[in-house]
Nanobody, 123 residues
Framework: QVQLVESGGGLVQPGGSLRLSCAAS????????IGWFRQAPGKEREGVSC????????YYADSVKGRFTISRDNAKNTMSLQMNNLKPEDTAIYYC????????????????WGQGTQVTVSS
């Protein structure tokens, strides 16, 4: 079975931090570009960050630059998103994804998706 499972979501106050993790099983993550996406109620799914196969290139949405950091650990078949200085507008369900083509903040090229983890930023 090919599976991606997110973890680490929760409720945090504005200015706080969370670290999301994604574990892959059923396939080797080394061969895939990976990304993090989010979807708020009533909104389209949007790209947050993505990273190349070897981790050499990273990309971020303007709204999270300087606050979020994407990383991958191919040896452990995992990827992470460190989220600092969280804002209420960051509230969404966050999804990890893997793709066999190019790294993109557009969700279209990705082949595999996790089920999502809820992040709520509220005072």
């Amino acid at each position: 079975q090919v599976q991606l499972v997110e973890s680490g979501g929760g409720l945090v106050q504005p200015g706080g931090s969370l670290r999301l993790s994604c574990a892959a099983s059923g396939f080797t993550l080394d061969y895939y570009v990976i990304g993090w996406f989010r979807q708020a109620p009533g909104k389209e799914r949007e790209g947050v960050s993505c990273i190349s196969r070897n981790g050499g290139n990273t990309y971020y949405a303007d709204s999270v630059k300087g606050r979020f950091t994407i990383s991958r650990d191919n040896a452990k078949n995992t990827m992470s998103l460190q989220m600092n200085n969280l804002k209420p507008e960051d509230t969404a369900i966050y999804y990890c994804a893997a793709g066999t083509r190019w790294a993109s903040l557009n969700p279209g090229p990705y082949n595999y998706w996790g089920q999502g983890t809820q992040v709520t930023v509220s005072s």
